[in-house]
């Protein structure tokens, strides 16, 4: 994630600035991954990828949660808002972080397009899931859809604006078009071959996709 430093800086106004440049759409998509995934699996061990302020935790409230992040800054808002809640935090990149224990869910929300090998970080978090444990994905991925070419108009012209105006990082929000704009979903689900797919559909607006995915019963 080399682009960690960008969110060491953007860390105290991330929430807000989120919400806003994302005109509350990536707030109405998380509550819908978290709604699905809870079909599936209710609670055990939860290991949230790229996890930031801690969002996606907070709101699955897992028994005991793992949250792996290289910012240390966004570790430090998550751990305040995740007070007395069983959680290890690991201030690591998803392709070499050591985790404790294996796990029985895999977050990854708006986060494999910052892991600066995506295979490499997918094998690495496969390690710790346990058989027919989840492996959850949501993420913004190229698409030949009119709405994604708008949508990265958007990005690319309108949220440096805002965001820039909200955070003062301007230069920082120029960066993020450019770190989803060549992702897609076969890039991700190449990686799954040890799994089953149990869901996999585009979100609307239809620029996100989401995935989850199963391991299967005999895997390592």
């Known amino acids: 994630m080399k682009n960690v430093e960008i969110y060491e800086k953007l860390a105290k106004r991330y929430d807000i600035a989120t919400k806003v440049v994302s005109l509350g759409i990536e707030e109405i998509w998380r509550k819908i991954f978290i709604k699905h995934i809870k079909k599936y699996v209710k609670d055990g061990i939860l290991l949230d990828v790229a996890s930031a302020t801690g969002d996606m935790a907070k709101q699955l409230d897992f028994s005991k949660m793992i949250l792996l992040d290289p910012s240390k800054e966004m570790n430090k808002i998550a751990s305040k808002k995740l007070q007395n809640k069983d959680i290890i935090f690991i201030e690591d990149f998803a392709e070499n972080a050591i985790i404790p224990q294996k796990v029985d869910l895999i977050t990854a929300f708006m986060a494999v397009r910052n892991f600066d090998d995506l295979d490499k970080g997918i094998q690495n978090l ?9 492996f959850a994905i949501v993420e913004l991925t190229k698409s030949d859809n009119i709405l994604f070419k708008l949508s990265m108009f958007y990005m690319s012209k309108i949220v440096p604006i805002i965001g820039g105006i909200i955070t003062g990082e301007y230069e920082s929000y120029k960066k993020f078009d450019k770190m989803i704009k060549n992702i897609r979903d076969e890039d991700i689900l190449k990686n799954f071959k ?6 996999h559909k585009r ?8 995935m989850i995915l199963q391991k299967v019963k005999n895997a390592k």
């Open 126 to 134: 496969d390690k710790y899931l346990k058989p027919q444990g989840y």
């Open 203 to 210: 979100l609307f607006p239809p620029i996100a996709s989401m």
């Open 194 to 199: 040890n799994y089953k797919i149990i869901e």
